[in-house]
Each structure stands twice: as structure tokens, then as C-alpha cells.
């Protein structure tokens, strides 16, 4: 999946000039953690977060009274505190290996530069989720198992044909080779809900018949119980 169909193409962006406190502002109404900062032409310069301002604002221990905290957050310009070598990512690379430079950089967003240097969009992690989210496919699939197989041609068909057999319908199918053992892959087949008589005796001859690492049932009704209440 490549980063340009995942990326949000509105960007808000700043000028070098903005304050601190109107960053700080623009970050808390628009619910993001990052800010492309601009020059008067359009083109980026660098890019402050939420972490940037974090470590910026004086301490609450501070013995500024609020007078001068506010004049103190008013006069602080971005351009005094953002990152000015920005990781950035072009639109025809994946999204995977934006997740890389986040990860490596340890940063959770990144500017979408195309090869004129325009800036065209942003990606962040919230992107990574929701590219997780698609691929793995568990809005429809609520069943997933977890496989350790021999690393030759059909493994992965064979134990996709069991589950067909019971009626599972395969929502998605992973695999990697990185966490298994020398000589196998670990698989993850994700399916759609089965009752729960059918699911038994499914697990029981995927057991009898591969090395199961896991059997997991997401419910998905448990993700309202534990949205997150704003008091």
C-alpha cells in the first residue's frame, strides 16, 4: 500500500513566525501532535510536535506570574524550537516503509514531499493503524489463528482448506518468517465469526493437525465498553 492513499492531503501548517502559544493552540483544536512549518513560498522548513512544545514551556514550578508566562509563550517563535532536517516520506513509497522511519526516528508523523519538493500531505501513526486495521481486516473477521507451519509450497493452502471446510471464510492471511523458527513461517489466518460448536471442533483438528500457536476471538463489542471517557 503506498503512503499516498493514506495520507491526509489538507495539511495544517505554520509559518516560522507563529507563536508557541498559538501552536500550542492549533494542535489542541485540530487534535494532532505534529505541525509542518512553512516559508512565505509554501515550502517546508522544518516541523515542531507536541513533545517539541512540551519540552519548550516552562516548568509549572516556574516563579513567572501568569502575566509574564503568557507574554514568555506569546514572544517564543516556532522557528526557535522546531526540527529543521525533517524525516519526510514521498507519496509513491509504502506505507510500511513509513512506519520504518518512524519507528527508527522515533517520530509519529512525517510530511509527504513529492519529487518537485512540494509538500503534498502528512502521514502519522493513527495512518499506520488504520492501514494495520485494512489489511488484517478485523472489523469482518473476528476469529484469527496462529500457525506455526514448514516453510514449503501448499503449507499455508492446506491448513486455509480446513478452516474453509468448517465454513470459515478468510478474511486475511499473514505471514512472516522473521519470528519463526528456522525452517518455518508463522501464518495468521484471520475468518468470520463461527458458532461456537463449529469452532471447536475446527480448533481441535487444526491441533491434530498443525502446531496451533493460538486461537484468539476479538470482540468487537468490547471496543465501546472501553472507549476512553473524557470526565
Known amino acids: 500500500m503506498l503512503v499516498q492513499g493514506w495520507m491526509t492531503g489538507e495539511v495544517v501548517t505554520v509559518d516560522e513566525e507563529t507563536s508557541m502559544m498559538k501552536a500550542s493552540i492549533i494542535m489542541k483544536e485540530r487534535k494532532i501532535r505534529s505541525l509542518p512549518v512553512v516559508d512565505k513560498n509554501g515550502r517546508l522548513v522544518g516541523i515542531v510536535s507536541d513533545r ?5 514551556a516552562p516548568s509549572k514550578a516556574t516563579t513567572l506570574d501568569v502575566y509574564e508566562l503568557n507574554y514568555l509563550l506569546s514572544s517564543m517563535k516556532i522557528k526557535d524550537l522546531m526540527t529543521r532536517n525533517v524525516v519526510f516520506v514521498r507519496p509513491d513509497e509504502t506505507v510500511e516503509f513509513a512506519a520504518i522511519l518512524m519507528l527508527e526516528n522515533k517520530i509519529s508523523a512525517l510530511p509527504v514531499i513529492n519529487d518537485k519538493g512540494d509538500m503534498v500531505g502528512i502521514v502519522t501513526q493513527t495512518d499506520i493503524f488504520k492501514v494495520l486495521i485494512n489489511i488484517t481486516g478485523v472489523y469482518t473477521g473476528g476469529i484469527q489463528f496462529a500457525f ?12 486455509a ?3 474453509r471446510s468448517y465454513g470459515g471464510r478468510i478474511v486475511s492471511i499473514l505471514s512472516t518468517r522473521e519470528t519463526a523458527e528456522e525452517g518455518r513461517r508463522n501464518v495468521y489466518i484471520r475468518c468470520g465469526v463461527l458458532p461456537e460448536d463449529k469452532l471447536r471442533s475446527l480448533v481441535k483438528e487444526l491441533e491434530d493437525k498443525f502446531v496451533v ?3 484468539s476471538k476479538d470482540l468487537l463489542d468490547e471496543v465501546e465498553k472501553r472507549r476512553a471517557r473524557i470526565a
Open 52 to 56: 517539541d512544545l512540551r519540552d519548550a
Open 213 to 215: 500457536l493460538y486461537t
Open 148 to 159: 506455526s507451519l514448514e516453510d514449503h509450497p501448499g503449507s499455508i493452502k492446506e491448513t
Open 161 to 163: 482448506d480446513v478452516i
